[in-house]
């Protein structure tokens, strides 16, 4: 029984032994092949720059220089507002984020139509509209105010508050305000918006419809 034993102890080395040389085999072998492939791959790659047969693979590539956007494409003939223009125009602004940013551009579009020098607009009532913060108080909340007007200084000429002669005849209601439309056209504020601009050199505009323009 006991030599039985010893037997069955002195195979279990055996095999232990053989299984331990085995992998060290795998082990080696299996190394040289990835040296072998490496080396052979990097042979290879440089054969195949090398080759004048495949130039055209790895020729010179073209300038990507028209594919980069271009900050400022005003055309030459694009004049800068000038101070002496038709007058001012403030404006009230209702709604949620996506109508006060419509608005907003509107504005602009629209002061430079019109020649006018544009007064920082008023957000009205947006604690109550949709998606608004009631950290909203104004519209330095959406907007860098001397960023916003330092970044328009070459379509419209912006500024925080009416001068402070217009101002009080604002207080008084002296100045003409229009309520447009998302859908008003170019041609409103042309001949029905500028004549009275011109007149009174002040005039507001009450946005509530997401933009004023169409």
């Known amino acids: 029984m006991k030599s039985k034993i010893k037997w069955a102890a002195l195979g279990g080395l ?3 032994f053989t299984s331990i040389l085995v992998h060290l085999f795998l082990a080696k072998s299996s190394a040289s092949l990835v040296q072998y ?5 990097f042979t ?17 590539g073209e300038c990507i220089e028209p594919l980069q ?3 400022n494409p005003r ?3 694009y004049s800068v507002p000038h101070e002496q223009n038709n007058g001012f125009i403030y404006a009230k602004i209702r709604g949620g984020f996506e109508k006060i940013r419509t608005s907003i551009c509107d504005l602009v579009t629209v002061s430079r139509l019109l020649n006018a020098t544009l007064v920082i607009p008023e957000i009205l009532e947006s604690t109550q509209s949709k998606g608004i913060s009631s950290k909203f108080k104004s519209f330095s909340y959406l907007y860098d105010e001397k960023q916003f007007i330092a970044a328009l200084a070459s ?6 508050n009416l001068p402070s002669d217009l101002m009080e005849g604002r207080r008084q209601k002296q100045y003409p305000i229009f309520k447009p439309k998302s859908s008003s ?6 001949h029905e918006v500028l004549p009275k601009l011109k007149n009174a050199k002040v005039i507001g505009l009450i946005l509530t419809d997401g933009g004023c323009l169409q």
């Open 37 to 41: 492939g490496a080396a052979t791959a």
């Open 75 to 77: 055309s030459v003939s």
């Open 69 to 71: 956007p271009y900050a």
């Open 14 to 16: 055996v095999l232990s």
């Open 44 to 60: 290879e790659d440089l054969h195949y720059i090398g080759n004048p047969s495949r130039k055209e693979v790895v020729g010179k």
């Open 185 to 190: 056209s170019p041609n409103f504020y042309l």
């Open 155 to 160: 379509d419209v000429i912006i500024v925080r």
